[in-house]
């Protein structure tokens, strides 16, 4: 199982993505900022993408 909280990506939220891959962690964050934070595709940048992606930790 990977992880990564969504305060170690720079939000003030507790949540924590979980998935069996780097890239089902990384749909999974998206999923949650879209609803949870209101963001829209246009936010979520290559670099925020690059960023997540470099912080997420195997359980």
């Not at 990564?4 to 939220?13: K, L, Q, T, V, Y």
């Not at 999923?31 to 979520?44: C, G, Q, T």
């Amino acid at each position: 199982m990977k992880t990564i909280s969504c305060r170690e990506a720079g939000f003030d939220c507790d949540f924590i993505v979980k998935g069996e891959t780097e890239d089902e962690v990384l749909k999974n964050g998206i999923e949650h900022a879209k609803s949870d934070h209101n963001m829209k595709d246009e936010d979520i940048t290559a670099e925020m993408k690059q960023k997540i992606k470099g912080i997420i930790r195997s359980d």
